[in-house]
Every structure is written in structure tokens, then in C-alpha cells.
């Protein structure tokens, strides 16, 4: 069905970064309008995704013309899901970003390239053709170097380096795949190359180009061979950037190997197996360096990598069950991590230091932000009924059908670490006394009570929207068998985006 | 550096060349051209004027900061991206005035977005080499 107004959350997002412009170096007028924004591009989400729900998928041809040869956007379950989730996240880093970020860093533009990186992810997620998501890539890796950098410490560029040359090399793959794949369908329609692909007689050439996008989208999810930019670059910037891009970012790739194995390359044994063994050494690599870690967020980092093996797992699997439990997940995953370094950006206002050995007290000190803390980190372990809890159910009974009980030993093993890692943070930071009480440096009691109350409110929703996720599942898991059906069998899409012209 | 044929000529180059980018600006929807080039060409007739007479004469004849031409020209093309929702059609759909408009030509909203193109470009071209040239 055709809605012109898919493109809404791209339109308001940019407009929201248009109008921050104007307002250079007035930051108090750029922070209402990023918030203002970010909340309009809520609600427009959030009218996405029920048509979307209501209507089935739906397409939209940029300039009228035609699906094949123009460019289409495409809104099914998936992608309108992910839209919202991505609203919901940007309304919380935009309201913490608000009061937690220097003024030194807000002169800089800031938030209006902030805004251009939610559009670069709007974008990826509604695009249906492949060079117009090569092309969303490129806006969100280019604002999320400016972000990365922004403030120029020597950290900070340090790890700026690295992210950069590993992300450029990561597009450099996608581009020669997207080349490869042009020169041998001769189209960049996803739904239409789904169809051409199976026309191509030499299936190596098909293979070898679909290694080409999992080597590309690997690097940008951080799987195994390919993380290590991950943990030496995400604990530099600040904790509202940090937010976005452990939220956000590598759940991109992800996504963008879903679509193309679920449209394109079907996955036949040998990328199956690939990805399993990917899959398996992800999770135990980043559960054992999450082990030795001592700062709370080069932890977080190393979860985030531990995490992306789960759902690596899942699509590696390529079954029905499988890819709930992946898109599950991935639900879960957006909402938690992101929160995880909002918390990590308050901690380091409460004390000063994100050491966990000279952290401590905090539970003494601060009873019901503990607490709602704690909610989110028993979501993130797992712990019955909350929302980490249901995706790996169906992780496992995806992996005894299949007998991969590999990934079965790597998925206990991971959630294992994973509580380990958690409950040795919660009682280094929470509960026990801070080594020296003299050298805490507190910046949050001083504070006006309304930044306090802006400080906290973001975790309080995406909280809440975690409670929700794991309390309701049964909503969840609804929409996720519709996404996962979507996704086993692809004719619903390419009927949406081609029309009768399918025969 | 100063040199009196050097600031001559520039005192013609540059309404030459910038009426020289406007019109690469307008044939640039059928023939090769558009809002990039005519941007590029017509931030070049002002870094031309700023190594004549140096960057502050340049920055007193543009009046306004550089910087300011970012947002306008992006809400230009934004806006043309969008106009044909208002008519029911699908964004960047190209909106063309029936008569042809002497001199000019053909109108469309194809032409608002190179404008806006056009206008970015010299934003983000002068406003990088202002940054560089004065930091010395």
C-alpha cells in the first residue's frame, strides 16, 4: 500500500537539525527545539508504526517513479518497530543530553548533528533500496564522527581514530559488495534484486559477494574478528553520545544483515555455519572481557559486543523461532544498552569517576535511583519476567531444534558472565563504602531540582519501557512473530514494493 | 599578498564569475551544471577576492557569516523535497510552472533545490577556508 508520509520521521528530524542551525550558538533555544523535535518525531513514529500494524507494508516511490527505478521506502513491521524504538531513545538522549553535556560542546553543534545522525538512522531503517542504505550509512557514520570527536581531548581522538578507520573500511566492503551486485543483477531495488539473485548462474560469485556485506555490516555491529574498535573507542565521548552509539549504532548493522540475508542472500549452510562460529566466539570473547574490566563503561562496552553475539546467533539460525528471539532481542537490547550508558553518564555525575574501585555507596546515598537502576540491570542479566529474559527462551528452543548446542553452551555461558559482570558492578558500586568518602566529587546534589529531575527522567522512561517490554510480552512477542514471518518468507515484501509486476 | 594587478583583476573576475555560477546554477537541470558547481565557482570568485585583498575585506562584502547560508539554503531544499506532499504526491516529486519564464526558463522545484545545493556549498566552502585563513 502506498503512503506518502512514510518519510515523516526522516522530515522532522531534519527539520528539527535545519532549525538548530539557524539558532548557531544559542543553546539554550537549541535544547528546547532538539527536545521538541525529538518528541514530534515521536509521535509521528508512533503513527508509523500503528498504520503499519493496521495496514500491512507499506511503500513509498521518492519522486513517483516507479519501484524498480527509482528509489523506494519501504515500511513493514520491522523497520516501523525499530522507527519507534529509535524515537524513543532519541527522545531520552535528547532530554539527558539537555542537562548533562558541557556548554563547550553544545557551541559546537552538538545537537543539531545529533539530529542528523537519528536521521541517518530513520533513513537506514525506511530505505528499500541498497545504494539509497549505503548512502544513510554514510550520514550516520560522517555525524557520528563529529560526535565522536567533538570536545578534542586526546582520548578522545584516539578513539576517534580508530572508530573511523575501521568504519570507513566497513563501507569500503559494503560499497565494492553493493558494486559487485550491481554489475551482476543490474539493480539496487532490494525487493527486485530478491528476485534477480536467483537468476544469477554462477553461485559462487553470489557467495562470495554476500561475505562482502557480512564482512562490511560484521565491522559495523562489532562481531567477532571485528569488535575491537568497539571497547577502545566507546568510553571516550561523552555519556549521552555514548548512549546513542551503544544503542543505536551497531544494532544498525545488525538490522542491515538481517534485511539483506532475509531479501538477498539467503543463507545456505556455509554462511549459516559462518555466522554460528561468528556468533559463538563473539558472545565468549566479549562475556570474558567484560571479566577483567574495572571502568563501568569500557564494562558496558564489552557487554554490548557479548550482546551482538546473541543475535548473531539467532539470525545464524535462520528459522522462525530464531529470528523472534534475534528481533526480540534486538528490542530489548536498543532500549537497555542505551540506557545503560545513561546510567553510566549519571554515576559519573554522582561521583565523579566511573573507577569502580573508588566507587561505592551509591545505594546509601541515592536509595531510589538504585533501585530503578537495578530494574534495568536485572533486565539486562535477564531475571524472570523482564524483558532479557523471553528472547533467549526462544534463542534456545531455536537452538535444540536445530542442534547447535554450541551456541546453546556460548548463550549460558554468556548470560552467566553477564550476571557475574553485573551483580560484581552492583556490589562494587552500590553497595560497598567508598574507599576514600574525600575524593568523591559529587555534581549532582548541587544541582537545581529541575536538571536533577531531567537527569533522571530519561532512564525513568526507557525504564519504564523496558518494565513494559518484559511485563507485556505476550504484545511483544505478537508483533515480533508478525516481523519474523515478514522476514522467513519475503514474497509479502516484494509484492508491497513491485506491485503485480512480480509475473 | 599584495599585488595591484592581482586586486585589478579581481575587482572584474568576481561578478564575472559569480554571474558565471549563477548560470551553471540554471542550466544544470537538461545540461551539465547545477547548484554544486555553481556553488564551488562562485566560492571561488570570493576565495579569489580574499587572497587579493585578504580575508577580512571579503568577509565586510559579505556582510553576513558564511556559516549562516548552511541552514538557509538546507530548509530551500528541505522545503522543495517536501512541497509535493501539500498536492498529494509523493516527496521530491518535480512541481514545474506551466509558462516558461523569459530568461530563465522553465521553473520548477527542482530549481529550489539546486538554489538550496547552491547555497550550502558556498556556506560550507567559505566558511572552512575563513576557519583555516584566520586561524593563521
Sequence with gaps: MIDNHILAPIFVQLFTAIAQLMFWRKTVTQRFLSVGGSIIGLLVAIRLFTRVQADGILTMNAANWDAPFGIVFVADAFSATLVLLTSIAGVA????????????????????????????????????????????????????????????????????????????????????????????????NMADLALKIQLVQNKTLVGITSCFFIIGFGIKSAVFPLYYWLPSSYHTPPSAVAATFGGLLTKVGIYALIRVLSLIFIPDDFTRTLLMGIAVMTIITGAFGALIKTNVRRLFSYLIVCHIGFMVGGIAMFTKIALMGTV??????????????????????LRGTLDMGKLGGLYRDYPKISLMIAIVLFSLVGIPPLSGFWPKIFLFQGAFEMHHYFFAAALIIGSFITLYVIAKMWSQVFWKNPPQEDLLDDRFAPMRPYRKLLMVLPILILGVVTLYVGLNAEAIINITDKISSQLMDNSEYIEAVLGDKTN | ???????????????????????????????????????????????????????????????????????????????????????????????????????????GSALFFDLGVYLVVIGVVLTILFTIALEQ
Design chain 1, 328 to 349: 526480540f532481542y534486538l528490542i530489548h537490547d536498543i532500549m537497555v544498552k542505551t540506557n545503560m550508558f545513561l546510567i553510566a553518564g549519571l554515576i559519573r555525575q
Design chain 2, 1 to 107: 599578498m599584495k599585488s595591484a594587478i592581482l586586486q585589478t583583476a579581481t575587482r572584474y573576475l568576481l561578478p564575472i564569475l559569480l554571474l558565471f555560477s549563477f548560470f551553471l546554477l540554471l542550466r544544470g537541470h537538461y545540461y551539465p551544471g547545477g547548484g554544486f558547481v555553481g556553488g564551488l565557482v562562485a566560492s571561488i570568485a570570493f576565495v579569489l577576492h580574499s587572497f587579493a585583498n585578504g580575508t577580512a575585506s571579503t568577509m565586510k562584502i559579505l556582510r553576513y557569516k558564511p556559516l549562516s547560508l548552511i541552514p538557509i539554503g538546507l530548509a530551500i531544499s528541505t522545503l522543495s523535497v517536501v512541497a509535493p506532499l501539500l498536492l498529494g504526491l509523493p516527496p521530491m516529486t518535480g512541481l514545474w510552472f506551466e509558462e516558461p519564464i523569459p530568461v530563465i526558463g522553465m521553473i
Design chain 1, 93 to 188: 538522549v535528547s532530554l539527558f543530553s539537555s542537562v548533562s553535556l558541557s556548554r563547550q560542546r553544545m557551541l559546537y553543534g552538538y545537537f543539531p548533528i545529533f539530529h542528523f545522525l537519528i536521521m541517518g538512522l530513520q533513513g537506514a531503517f525506511l530505505t528499500g533500496d541498497i545504494f539509497n542504505l549505503y548512502v544513510f550509512f554514510e550520514v550516520i557514520i560522517i555525524s557520528s564522527f563529529v560526535l565522536m570527536t567533538l570536545g578534542g581531548r586526546k582520548a578522545q581522538l584516539e578513539g576517534a581514530v580508530k572508530y573511523m578507520a575501521m568504519n570507513i573500511l566497513a563501507s569500503m566492503f559494503f560499497l565494492t559488495g553493493i558494486g559487485i551486485l550491481y554489475g551482476i543483477t543490474g539493480t539496487l
